[in-house]
């Protein structure tokens, strides 16, 4: 048996939480015609991801993408109670558990714990997704509704009305609809 190691960390970025889904999932790679390509260095992205360094030194490309295809079925969820089951038991997989830090000067800090650290990259991640959905709402989260597109978003938006990963998936298909319309009409 592995030896265990206890780590702590605080949160991954909402920004490395997408990147890491698309960047590294399965179903994105395959949706945009990047699955064989060989995937960007590890480097490009451990640094962002909130843990600690000795964890983030040891990420390798197979683990990037087992935590990003086991994310991405809670954005592609039919309903926010999928998506809370999904979320919850990437929670509990990972044995994630609250603790409290004490910083120099006497401050307390949150912050979360797993005891393998394998787990730590989706504990992390499922943890922001679900700090997100807790205070934005399953709405706010998704899919990208672009053809050959299945990158992952959150909506930041002020509206609340966003359905494309990118101006540019978005830009795409405006143009494929409008030249669709314009064709029909010719």
């Known amino acids: 048996m592995a030896e265990r190691t206890t780590v702590t960390f605080t949160g991954i970025p909402l920004q490395a939480l997408t990147d890491l889904v698309n960047g590294w999932g399965t ?3 395959e949706g945009d015609g990047r699955g064989d390509a060989p995937h960007r260095p590890v480097s490009d992205i451990a640094p962002h991801l909130g843990l600690p360094a000795p964890v983030s030194a040891a990420l390798t490309p197979e683990a990037l993408a087992h935590a990003a295809d086991r994310l991405h079925p809670a954005f592609s969820a039919p309903d926010a109670e999928a998506c809370a089951r999904h979320l919850t038991r990437l929670l509990a997989d990972s044995g994630v558990r609250p603790v409290v830090g004490a910083e120099d000067g006497g401050a307390l800090r949150a912050a979360w714990s797993v005891d393998d650290a394998d787990h730590a990259l989706v504990a992390t991640a499922a943890i922001a997704l679900r700090q997100y959905l807790a205070a934005h709402g399953f709405a706010r989260i998704g899919v990208c509704t672009a053809g ?30 409008f030249r669709s319309r314009r064709a029909g009409t010719g």
């Open 27 to 29: 179903l994105p790679r």
């Open 148 to 177: 050959n597109c299945a990158d992952v978003y959150l909506d930041q938006s002020p509206g609340g009305r966003r359905r494309f990963c990118s101006v540019t998936c978005q830009n795409r298909t405006r143009v494929a609809a």
